[in-house]
């Protein structure tokens, strides 16, 4: 008896210690999934990021969005770059170029419109003064119908009448701003109905109506043989139109795509008009001659076989992928328009026939580019003044723009990191180890300058810099950025966690102060350092405010300024600006990377202290 209950018993705790594993596997599996979905989700503006850079220009903003860079294939069909596309030619699924398409079947639109009625007046646009807000809502009424109350009150800075409407039904007794005022020459009827659509006559002279918080144009349509005027409020497709194309069928191709300029004959030059050429390798023949292209580069000069009198220059060179062949297919329909009637009520859907065929592709290009063709390059004219990039201007006479960013960046994040890790370290050990007075209050005042923003004191150390001439120097950015609060508190933290025999006995041995500071303490401290110097590297080379407000020259100008340079007034080379963003993410990267050991290493070591 005594041993079935011990199994039992054995049994139930083998059960209990089954369950607490499958529980245990359960809770880690579920956590493993919760912080691979973080991860994921932190990692995604990096993806796109990534993945942006090897797009090309006109796919950045596609919907939906593409993760993997994918271009759309093209062809050359008379001197032009045509888009391929996929669809079913005679019911064969095919490859092939549009030539061109015409409306076979016209569309059918809806229109909701709205009469207008003849009717010479002035509308005013007002605010309604509303008790304790500064801007009430925005009415239109006319100006028959608004009386001067003969009071006033100040609005945007300037003491203005108050009216008070009269006379409308809806905002009778408001009382009013007057904002502006316009002759109308009509009013709405009130009366809507739906039409088929016929695009109104729009009238410049006529202008627009401001109806329901909308303006519309006034335009005119036909009815019963005259015309009237009215605005369109909505408009709707009822059965969408149809077309068809003319197509022209692609295959894969061996030849060469060249792009080329051919050398004028009345002035032995090159035209500078780039034209594209298909042709076989063994089309192509080299001459003897030469000539300069517009850039003052010496070039040489071919022509096709059997056309020696027509020289030219390549511009470029690519592998033609497809090629067109056969004869023009006329009449093959772009759009499928199917008809369901459903409860009496008709309803049309379009499908297209045809889609773009894209690749996966990789355009390195991208980072070529942003190094080095975008911007323009930085000449040794250009210097005022000695920094780290003159000896490379004075050598080399003109180095690309980002490759100088670069370089100052680099420079200005090592010597920032230096300085810092140098006072930091050399502040902590004073506040941690030696003994003097006023020490704690000195310490806890250095500590409260960590709660004032950077943006406050930025006025203040540009009139310091300006005094002392620095302005325009990278001593600008790098002497105001050699001291950190943080970084001491940091290190002093953890000095006070070595133990204190370490420095009695470095003491008993003749070390001085300094002494232990490097042969003791720092050795000790190098995962703290390690730490340390990734984050004042990051915030120094990420740094945008202080060189956009101390750099003046393009010379000096560091790279979180020099991005800028791929955003101009009216578009931004997104592709360019994401490959120019990897390269600029590079060096902390490498910084991290090569600091993971001493992590690794600080971890280990306070597990051995533990």
Not at 200 to 211: C, E, I
Not at 301 to 326: P, R, V
């Amino acid at each position: 008896m005594k041993q079935t209950k011990q199994m039992h018993l054995d049994q139930n705790l083998m059960d209990a210690d089954r369950a607490e594993k499958r529980s245990i596997f359960f809770r880690k599996i579920l956590s493993y999934v919760i912080l691979s979905l973080g991860a994921a989700t932190t990692l995604m503006p990096l993806v796109w990021m990534l993945s942006t850079s090897f797009k090309e220009k006109g796919v950045v903003f596609t919907y939906p969005p593409e993760w993997i860079p994918r271009s759309i294939m093209t062809t050359v069909y008379n001197n032009r770059e045509m888009r391929i596309e996929r669809g079913k030619i005679q019911g064969e699924e095919s490859l092939f170029i549009e030539l061109d398409s015409r409306e076979s079947d016209p569309g059918e639109r809806h229109a909701l419109i709205m009469d207008l009625i003849p009717y010479d007046h002035i509308a005013v646009q007002c605010w309604v003064k509303t008790p304790g807000q500064m801007y009430g809502q925005k009415i239109m009424v006319e100006q028959t119908q608004l009386q001067d109350t003969g009071n006033t009150a100040s609005y945007i800075g300037e003491t203005t009448a108050i009216h008070t409407v009269t006379g409308h039904p809806q905002y009778q007794g408001l009382e009013v701003f007057i904002l502006a005022s316009k002759p109308k020459k009509f009013k709405t009827s009130g009366i809507t109905n739906y039409v088929q659509f016929v695009p109104p006559v729009s009238t410049r002279s006529k202008g627009t109506f401001s109806y329901a918080d909308g303006e519309f144009s006034i335009g005119t349509v036909e009815t019963g043989g005259k015309s009237k005027e009215v605005i369109v409020l909505q408009t709707m497709e009822y059965k969408p139109q149809q077309r068809v194309s003319s197509v022209l069928r692609i295959r894969r191709s061996d030849k060469l795509k060249l792009t080329v300029q051919y050398v004028d004959i009345d002035f032995g030059e090159l035209s500078g008009n780039n034209d594209i050429l298909i042709c076989s390798k063994g089309d192509i023949i080299k001459t003897d001659e030469t000539t300069l292209d517009i850039n003052g580069n010496t070039v040489a000069l071919f022509c096709m076989d059997g056309s020696e009198d027509k020289q030219f220059a390549i511009i470029k060179q690519d592998k033609l992928e497809y090629e067109h062949y056969g004869s023009v297919i006329s009449n093959i329909e772009k759009y499928t328009i199917t008809k369901t009637v459903t409860d009496g009520k008709t309803v049309y859907t379009r499908t297209d026939n045809f889609k773009l065929e894209k690749k996966i592709k990789f355009l390195w290009v991208n980072y070529y580019e942003a190094l080095f063709k975008t911007i323009q390059p930085i000449t040794s004219e250009s210097l005022k003044s000695f920094s780290v990039v003159s000896i490379f201007l004075i050598i080399f006479k003109k180095i690309p723009a980002f490759v100088v960013y670069f370089i100052n960046s680099l420079f200005v994040a090592a010597m920032v990191t230096f300085l810092q890790l140098s006072t930091s370290s050399f502040a902590a050990f004073s506040f941690a180890r030696l003994k003097w007075k006023g020490r704690d209050a000195l310490f806890l005042t250095y500590l409260a300058t960590m709660m004032i923003p950077g943006q406050v004191t930025l006025i203040p150390v540009f009139l310091l810099m300006k005094r002392f001439g620095l302005v325009d120097t990278h001593t600008a950015l790098i002497l105001p950025a050699a001291f950190t609060a943080w970084g001491t508190f940091m290190l002093r933290q953890f000095f006070l966690s070595i133990p204190e025999s370490l420095v009695e006995s470095a003491h008993m041995d003749g070390y001085s102060k300094v002494g232990i500071l490097i042969k003791i303490i720092i050795p000790l401290s190098k995962a703290a350092l390690a730490t340390l110097s990734v984050f004042i590297f990051m915030a120094s080379w990420n740094n945008f405010i202080s060189p956009l407000i101390f750099i003046n020259s393009d010379y000096l100008k560091t790279l979180p300024v020099g991005l800028q340079s791929f955003q101009g007034m009216y578009n931004t080379e997104w592709t360019l600006l994401m490959a120019a963003s990897v390269i600029v993410m590079i060096p902390v990267l490498i910084v991290y990377i090569f600091n993971q050991r001493f992590f690794t290493k600080g971890i280990s070591m306070k597990g051995i202290k533990g």
